[in-house]
C-alpha cells in the first residue's frame, strides 16, 4: 500500500524560511568595490605596450565592408588580429561568400586588468571611430583572451580540469559560485525537490523536503496495471481527445482506449513509448511533429507538456495533502531526467516543455534541473549497502544465494572506480564515475556513452516475428486501422516479456486479441493457425536469419486460442538488443581511462529482465567485474534524481561530449594554412573559417569553470547580438567546414538601450563602445551561458538556442 504518514512528519519545519531563489542571469559582481591603484594601472599599461609592440592582437573588418578604420598611430594598436568571431551570415561578400565575417568593426584591442577582483578596461580607445557598416550588417564581434595573469588559466592539456590557451576556462567569479574545488555547503533555496523520471515505457515523480534530503518519498501507487507488477509508475501512455485537449495520462489513458469502440478509437490521439522520436529526430526543433497511434500527428511539444503538467498536478496536489503548510510552489526545486546521450537539443527541448506545462517559469530557469539518467543512478548507488544489492557476481547459475553482506561504502576509496549501465525502456547510457573523498563527490572519467537498445528493442524484435507469420503488410493494416487492439496485443507481450528467464522450462502463451484474428481472417481468407503452419513450411531451416533467429519453428498455436512461445523463441527476441547492450560495455572498458573498475551496476527497468542478467554477467564474470543490481532497480534514477536536486554539486567533474566552438579569423600562414582560406584586405592576409575551440571532445571540465568571449555591439543602439556555433566529435577539427564540423545552435545576447544622447554611461565610457562578456559553462548537465555590461556591471539577458537551426 501507499506510504502515508501524519502530515507533520513529512512537512519541512514551519518556520523554514527559503532563500531568494537564484537566477541565470545574475549580474557579476566583483568581491568588494575595490580598484587598482593608479601606480598598479600605469605599470600594466607599460607591459601592455610592450606586448603591442611585439605584435598585439587587432581588429579586422569584414571584407566587403566600406569605410574599415584604421588607427592613426601605429602605437595604439600595432600587430595582425589573433582570431577573431566570426559573424553570423547576416550578409552576403562577394569575395568569401557566406564564410566570411559580416559586420566587422574596427575595434581597438584591450587589455584587462585585475585589481583586487575587479577588472579595468585599459583607456586609449576613445579616439577610435565607428566604421561605416555594410548592407545590412548589424554586429560586431571582438574576441578577447583574457590576458591577466593573476586570472589567466595555466594552459593544459586535453583531458584535464583546465583548459588550453585557446580556450580560457576561468572559475566563477566570487558573486556567482566559488571555485568547484573549494565550494561550501549553502542553506538551501528551496523547500523541497520533486523528481519527475520520464521515461520511454514507464515514468514517475518522487519527492523529499530540504529539512531531510535523504529521506524520498515515492509518488502514491497508480490504480490499474498488469498482475505481477510494482506500480510505483505509470506507463508513460498519452490520450487526447479527438479535439486534441489532455484526457488521461498513464494507466487510465491506456485502459480507456483499450475499452474504446474500434470505430470511435480511430478519432482519439493515444501516444506511447515517444520519448525515443525525440532522441531519434536529425533535425529538432519546436515544430517536430509526433505521430499517435492512428496517424494523426501533434507538435511533440504539446505532447510532452501534457505528460509533464500531469505529473506537476499530481505532485503538488500529494504535497499540499500531505503538508500544507508549504510554503507555495515557488519553493519547490523541479528535476527532469534525461538519458545522458541525448545532445543539447533534446535537453532543451525537455526544458521548454516544462515551461509550457508550467512547472517554472523562464524568469526562474533555475528552478528546474535536468538530470543525467546514469548520474542519477550513480548518485543513489554510492550510497547503498550491500544487502539492498543482487550481487550476480557471487551466485552460482541458478542459485539464489546471496554474497556476502559488508558496506559498499567500507570498500569504496578514494579513487575507486565504478561504471553505471542504465538500462532503460528505449536507450542504454553508460558512465564511469570515480569517488572522491571526503565529502563523496563524484568524477566523470569518459564521456558518456550508449545507443538506443532500450527494452522496446524486444517489443520490436515481437513485431518483426508476427509479421513473418502473418505478412508485414497486414500488421502494417491492423495496427493502422485497429490501434486499440494492437496495443492490447502489445500489454500481451509486455506481461509475458517479464516473466522471460535463461533457463525457464515452461512455454508462454500470448493472447491474441478476437479483434486480431477476426480481421485477419476476413483480410487473408483463413485463421491464424492456418497462417502458423504455413510459415513454418516456408521456414525449415531456424539457422537462415542468422545471427538472429526469429524462427516461427519456435512459435505454436495453442488450443486455448493462444500463440506458444518456446523459451528459445522468446530469448531470441532479446538477443539483438542485449547484444547491443554488452558491445557498448565491452567497448567501454577497453578504454585506458577506464582501467581499474571494480563495480559495474545495471539499473533501469530493463536492468529487472534476468534474460539481461545472465547475459551481462556470462560475458563480463570473467573480467574480475562485480556485476550488481539495486534491489528496487526500476527506481534507483527516480531516487538519484531527487538526491540530485538536493545536492547539484555532487558530481564535480564532466567529460564533454563534444568539441564546440565558433568561427574565426586567424592571421594567415604559408604552408600551415591551404590556399582557399586566404582572404586578403587592404593589404592583409587572413585564414577565414578558423574553428576556434572552446571546450575539446573527451575534456575533463570542472563544474562551475567558464569559458569567457567579449562581444561589442555594432552600433549604440543595437538591441541584440548573435555569433553561431559549431561542434564535432573530433577533438583536432582545425575549420568550420572540416567534415563531421557542424552548426549546432546561436549565442544570443539581448541588450539594454544604450544612452539615447550619446553621452558616456555610468563607467565612463565612450559612446557606442560597450563590452559585453560572456561567461559559458560546459560543465553542467546543460551548456549554460550568462553575460555582463562591462561598462555598468549589470547583467545582460544572454541564451543559448540549440533548437532553431
Known sequence: MAWSPAPTSRCPPANLSPAPLPTLHSPSRPRDGSTCSTREVAARLVNHRREEQEGGPRALGAAGSPGLYHPKSRDSASGAASSF?????????????????????????????????????????????????????????LLRRSSSPERSPVPSPPGSPRTQE??????????????????????????????????????????????????????????????GVAHQKTPTCLLLTPEGAFHSFGYTARDYYHDLDPEEARDWLYFEKFKMKIHSATDLTLKTQLEAVNGKKMPALEVFAHALRFFKEHALQ??????????????????????????????????????????????????LLIALEPEAASVYCRKLRLHQLLDLSSRAPGSGRLGERRSIDSSFRQGDRYVVADCGGGTVDLTVHQLEQPHGTLK????????????????????????????????????????????????????????????????????????????????RGHNVETALRRSRTRDPDPWAYAPFIYSVNFVKWSSQGMLRMSCE???????????????????????????????????????????????????????????????????????????????????????SPLTYGVGVLNRFVAGRHPPDKLLVRDGRRWCTDVFERFVAAEQSVALGEEVRRSYCPARPGQRRVLINLYCCAAEDARFITDPG????????????PAPADGSPDAAGAPPGRREIRAAMQFGDTEIKVTAVDVSTNRSVRAAIDFLSN
Open 166 to 227: 585557446s580556450c580560457g576556462i576561468a572559475p566563477l567569479t566570487p558573486s556567482q559560485s566559488p571555485k568547484p574545488e573549494a565550494r561550501t555547503p549553502q542553506q538551501a533555496s528551496f523547500s523541497v525537490v520533486v523528481a519527475i523520471d520520464f521515461g520511454t515505457t514507464s515514468s514517475g515523480y518522487a519527492f523529499s523536503f530540504a529539512s531531510d534530503p535523504e529521506a524520498i518519498h515515492m509518488m502514491r501507487k497508480w490504480e490499474g496495471g498488469d498482475p
Open 569 to 655: 523463441a522468446m530469448n531470441e527476441l532479446f538477443q539483438p538488443t542485449v547484444s547491443g547492450i554488452i558491445q557498448h560495455i565491452e567497448a567501454l572498458l577497453s578504454r585506458p581511462e577506464v582501467q581499474g573498475v571494480k563495480l559495474l551496476f545495471l539499473v533501469g527497468g530493463f536492468a529487472e529482465s534476468a534474460v539481461l542478467q545472465h547475459a551481462v554477467q556470462a560475458a563480463l564474470g570473467t573480467r574480475g567485474l562485480r556485476v550488481v543490481v539495486p534491489h528496487d532497480v526500476g527506481l534507483t534514477i527516480l531516487k538519484g534524481a531527487v538526491l540530485f536536486g538536493q545536492a547539484p554539486g555532487v558530481v564535480r567533474v564532466r567529460r
Open 318 to 367: 500529494e504535497l499540499s495533502e500531505q503538508c500544507p503548510s508549504l510554503p507555495g510552489k515557488d519553493t519547490v526545486r523541479w528535476v527532469l531526467t534525461v538519458p545522458a546521450i541525448w545532445k543539447q537539443p533534446a535537453k532543451q527541448f525537455m526544458r521548454e516543455a516544462a515551461y509550457l506545462a508550467g512547472l517554472v517559469s523562464r524568469e526562474n530557469a533555475e528552478q
Open 741 to 752: 564540423v557542424r552548426k549546432c545552435g546561436a549565442l544570443s545576447l539581448e541588450l539594454e
Open 85 to 141: 568571431l566570426k559573424a553570423s551570415a547576416l550578409m552576403s561578400s562577394p569575395e568569401v561568400g557566406q564564410r566570411t565575417a559580416a559586420g566587422l568593426v574596427q575595434y581597438h584591442h584591450r587589455k584587462d586588468f585585475l585589481g583586487r577582483g575587479r577588472r579595468l578596461a585599459w583607456p586609449g580607445t576613445e579616439g577610435l571611430e565607428q566604421a561605416e557598416m555594410a548592407s545590412g550588417a548589424t554586429l560586431e564581434l
Open 444 to 523: 566523470e572519467l569518459y564521456k558518456a556513452s550508449g545507443g538506443p537498445y532500450g527494452a522496446v528493442g524486444v517489443d520490436l524484435a515481437f513485431e518483426q516475428l508476427l509479421g513473418r507469420i502473418f505478412g508485414e503488410d497486414f500488421i502494417a493494416t491492423f495496427k493502422r486501422q485497429r490501434p486499440a487492439a494492437w496495443v492490447d496485443l502489445t500489454i500481451a507481450f509486455e506481461a509475458r516479456k517479464r516473466t522471460a528467464a535463461p533457463h525457464r522450462a515452461g512455454a508462454l502463451n500470448i493472447s491474441l486479441p478476437f479483434s486480431f484474428i477476426d480481421f485477419y481472417r476476413k483480410q
